[in-house]
């Protein structure tokens, strides 16, 4: 009978091989600049996030990350994903406007959601702005549902 080798022995190879085209995996050096791209196609950003600053931050730890898919060495789509000791979050979920309704988008949550419960989420959660109202029967369809809450925040940042 042949033996399968163990994840140890995987874990190597896997993390030297490139990703297949429509696999999600973390965010390199070189996707940076396409991710803020696309992003922005995607209406995103705001002038109060700097999406770079953003993605470093979520690079700077082991409990956030960028996850993304490439198709011929593009970046197409993307997520977001943070623990933060209680709650799984969600970001920039995106696909690029012509690879919308193949999958991606789900794909995009799906891989983060693995993310985040590898990491010890129990829950996931996200917000949509309430101007994007059109996506809200995406997250339906991925089992999302309204948790009936509102959110507040405020900036902290000193000089
Ligand atoms: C939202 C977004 C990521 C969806 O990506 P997508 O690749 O088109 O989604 P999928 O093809 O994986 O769709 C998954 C399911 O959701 C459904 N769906 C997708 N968009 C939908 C919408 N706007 N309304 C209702 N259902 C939708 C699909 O029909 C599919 O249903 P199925 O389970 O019957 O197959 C994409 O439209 C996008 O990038 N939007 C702009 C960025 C954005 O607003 N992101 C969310 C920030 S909170």
Redesign the pocket.
């Known amino acids: 009978m042949t033996a399968f080798p163990s994840g140890e022995q995987l874990a190597p190879v896997l993390a030297a091989a490139p990703a297949a085209d429509g696999e999600f995996v973390e965010i390199t050096d070189a996707d940076v600049d396409q991710v803020v791209e696309l992003w922005r196609a ?3 950003t705001r002038p109060w996030n700097d999406p770079h600053l953003d993605i470093a931050d979520a690079r700077a730890g082991d409990t956030s990350t960028v996850l993304v898919a490439r198709a011929d060495g593009r970046v197409t ?1 993307s997520a977001m994903a943070g623990y933060d000791g209680h709650r799984g979050w ?8 012509g ?11 799906v891989a983060a959601e693995a993310w985040l419960v590898a990491r010890g989420a129990r829950k996931i959660q ?4 309430t101007t ?1 109202t ?9 089992g999302y549902t309204d948790q009936e809450c509102t959110v507040l925040g405020r900036w902290v940042e000193s000089d």
């Open positions: 995607c209406g995103l789509a969600l970001y920039y979920v995106a696909v690029a406007p690879l919308r309704s193949t999958g991606l988008g789900r794909a995009a949550v996200l917000m949509v702005r994007n059109d996506v809200l029967g995406f997250y339906g369809r991925l």
